[in-house]
C-alpha cells in the first residue's frame, strides 16, 4: 500500500511544467528513467526536490534533498550539476557537535543528442547518449566507480518517439539502457517511460515509468 502512496505522490508531482527536469538527476528527462526529449538551445533550469529515501542510493538511509542548475548549451548538448545533502550523523561527524544537514554530494551530468527525431525517415526516434556522476575524486579519480563516492554514477542510452493520437494529441515512448559499476545499487537493464501532455494544457505532463 505504501509503495502505491508513493507512486501516486510522484505521479502528482510530475504534473510538470513546460521545462521538463529528472527528480533525482535534475538534468532533462522522465521521473528517474531517462528520455531524448531536449530543451531548447539556451535553457537554463535551477531547482530542488525532496527526495524520499526509498528513491536514493541505500547510502540515503534518511530522506534528503538535491538542488541543481542545468543549461543547454546548444540545442544538442545539455550540462547539468547537481548537489545532494549529507546528514552529520551519515558522515560519523555527530560526536563532534555536527547535526542535520552538514554536507552535500556533488557531481555534473551530460546528455548529447545524437539524432534527432525524424532526421533521417519519418519514423526515426530521437537518441541521446548521457551519463550522470561519470567518475569520482576519491581515491585519486575513477570512472564508473564501484564504491566510495560516484553514489548516482550511470551511463545510458536512450530514444524519444512522439507517436499521433486522437488527433491533435500525442503520446510520447521512452526507451533506454542503463548501466553503472555501482557494487551495491545496480541499475543496470532497460526503462521504459510513457508521456503524455494534452492538448487543452499542453504543460500539464502524465508520466508513467
Known amino acids: ?27 532533462t ?11 531548447r538551445d539556451k535553457t537554463f533550469m535551477v531547482g530542488g526536490n525532496f ?14 534533498y538535491n538542488y541543481f542548475l542545468s543549461v543547454t548549451i546548444f540545442p544538442f548538448l545539455e550540462i547539468a550539476y547537481t548537489c545532494t545533502l549529507f546528514k552529520a550523523e551519515a558522515l560519523g561527524l555527530k560526536p563532534y557537535g555536527y547535526s542535520g544537514f552538514t554536507n552535500q ?11 534527432k527525431e525524424g532526421q533521417f525517415w519519418k519514423y526515426m526516434p530521437a537518441v541521446v547518449l548521457g551519463t550522470s556522476d561519470p567518475f569520482t575524486s576519491s581515491g585519486g579519480g575513477q570512472v564508473s566507480t564501484t564504491e566510495g563516492n560516484g ?3 550511470r551511463f545510458y542510452i536512450a530514444a524519444s518517439k512522439q507517436i499521433p493520437v486522437a488527433g491533435k494529441e500525442e503520446v510520447g515512448v521512452h526507451l533506454s539502457y542503463l548501466y553503472n559499476d555501482r557494487k551495491e545499487y ?14 487543452f494544457h499542453p504543460q500539464l505532463r ?3 515509468e
Not at 29 to 39: I, K, N, Y
Not at 186 to 199: D, E, H, R
Open 186 to 199: 545496480k541499475l543496470n537493464g532497460f526503462a521504459l517511460g510513457v508521456t503524455y501532455n494534452p492538448s
Open 29 to 39: 528527462g522522465l521521473l528517474h528513467a531517462p528520455s531524448a526529449e531536449m530543451q
Open 105 to 115: 554530494d556533488r557531481y555534473f551530468s551530460a546528455r548529447l543528442r545524437v539524432l
Open 151 to 153: 553514489y548516482y554514477s
Open 51 to 64: 527526495l524520499n529515501k526509498e528513491l536514493t542510493p541505500p547510502t540515503w538511509y534518511y530522506h534528503t
Open 1 to 27: 500500500m505504501m509503495k502505491f502512496k508513493l507512486f501516486f505522490i510522484v505521479l502528482f508531482c510530475s504534473l510538470s511544467l513546460s521545462a521538463f527536469s529528472q527528480l533525482t538527476y535534475g538534468t
Open 206 to 208: 502524465m508520466i508513467a
